[in-house]
């Protein structure tokens, strides 16, 4: 089975620069997560979808973070504007459903740099 | 030992040795467990679950461990190999205290090292 796909791997910016990042999920997966992970901590959930709907985004950073699940399938997360403390990596996970005892399948993780 | 800011606890074990990594939960609420495991530069990789149902659950050199009377959880790795070295993670999940939707909390992690 395909994995969770995530692009691009590495960003580096500047601050105050936009920036977007990609996750296609496992096909069928109805709930959809974006964690972002700063160096030497566990992931922190910036934002939960279940199909396109949101069902958690309380950490989100609403001011300079959106976030959108097309169609309940792909998703985008984007920064503008960027600040050096959004340097961290990006993981999208997905999940069969947040009501169902599975677990979550993460991408590779999209590593950002903001200079 | 205790993780303050970027300090991960580590674990350092011999190849070979058994490895136990330990977690302490917050939710008495939160009725499923997993263990992820994530090496550098990679997400991090499902290792085994359990539900609060159980107390015990074997997978291959995995155990995990539920007491839930302390909230506490541990992953038990036999004969610990080199490819084990990474970062732990436990994460809980039950409904928050509105009741409507599952929540997801990741511990800290625990970083273990295996020495050839």
Redesign the interface.
Same mark, same amino acid.
């Given at each position: 089975e395909a994995g969770?796909a995530q692009s691009p791997r590495y960003k580096i910016i500047e601050k105050r620069q936009s920036v977007a990042f990609w996750c296609n999920p496992i096909s069928g997966h109805a709930t959809l997560?974006w964690y972002q992970q700063i160096?030497?901590?566990?992931?922190?959930?910036l934002i939960?979808f279940?199909n396109n709907g949101v069902?958690?985004d309380s950490q989100l950073p609403k001011d300079r973070f959106s976030a959108e699940r097309l169609k309940g399938v792909d998703s985008t997360l984007k920064i503008q504007p960027a600040k050096l403390e959004d340097s961290a990596v990006y993981?999208c %996970?997905s999940r069969l459903g947040?009501?169902i005892?599975t677990? %979550?399948?993460?991408?590779?993780?999209t590593r950002l740099t903001v200079v | 030992g205790e993780s303050v800011?970027?300090?991960?606890p580590t674990l350092s074990v011999q190849e070979g040795d058994n490895s136990i990594i330990n977690c302490a939960y917050s939710n008495s609420a939160s009725d499923?467990f997993?263990w992820y495991k994530q090496e550098s530069? /990679?997400?991090?990789? #499902?290792i085994i679950?359990i539900?609060s149902n159980m107390d015990k659950r074997q997978g291959q050199r995995v155990t995990v461990l539920l007491n839930k009377t302390v909230k506490h959880l541990s992953l038990q790795i036999a004969a610990t190999q080199p490819g084990d070295s990474a970062v732990y #993670?436990c994460a809980e999940e039950g409904y928050g205290s509105a009741g409507n939707?599952? /929540?997801?909390i990741?511990?800290?992690?625990t970083s273990l090292a295996v020495n050839p």
């Open positions: 969770v997560y160096l030497g901590q566990g992931p922190k959930l939960q279940q069902v958690d993981l %996970a947040a009501d005892y677990e %979550a399948f993460f991408g590779q993780g | 800011g970027l300090h991960l499923y997993i530069g /990679k997400g991090p990789q #499902f679950d539900r #993670f939707n599952r /929540k997801l990741w511990g800290l992690g």
